[in-house]
């Protein structure tokens, strides 16, 4: 097992930034991908960013391209995502994700996922 724990959210205006981290413990050597998905009121949860633990392997969203950015720290085994020039489009509850590779993450494939954290943009 994997447990993941997810934290950094807050209410942030637009244009502001936010820097969210996600812990991982347990098994993680079962896992070979760290990411974030984001689920909106209404709307599918969403693939948001995907990084490999050795960070050779990253992707985003288009709609995050150039203002988000996915790091991983394996001293720690912490994934972080630094949101800046956000927007109100993208208040969400944030969630980390662990799984096997990006592109099956990408389909919503994932093996262990963090409680969530929200983030709430004000326009």
């Known amino acids: 097992q994997v447990q993941l724990e997810d934290s950094g959210g807050g209410l942030v205006q637009a244009g502001g930034s936010l820097r969210l981290s996600c812990a991982a413990s347990?098994?993680?050597?079962?896992?070979?991908?760290m990411g974030w998905f984001r689920q909106a009121p209404g709307k599918e949860r969403e693939f948001v960013a995907g990084?490999?633990?050795?960070?050779?392997?990253?992707d985003y969203a288009d709609s995050v391209k150039g203002r988000f950015t996915i790091s991983i720290d394996t001293a720690k085994d912490t994934v972080y995502l630094q949101m800046n020039s956000l927007k109100p489009g993208d208040t969400a509850v944030y969630y980390c994700?662990?799984?096997?590779?990006?592109?099956?993450?990408?389909?919503?494939?994932?093996?262990?996922w963090g409680q969530g954290t929200q983030v709430t943009v004000s326009s």
């Open positions: 347990g098994r993680t050597f079962t896992t070979n991908i």
């Open positions: 990084i490999s633990w050795s960070g050779s392997d990253i």
């Open positions: 994700a662990a799984g096997i590779t990006i592109p099956i993450m990408k389909t919503g494939t994932v093996h262990y």
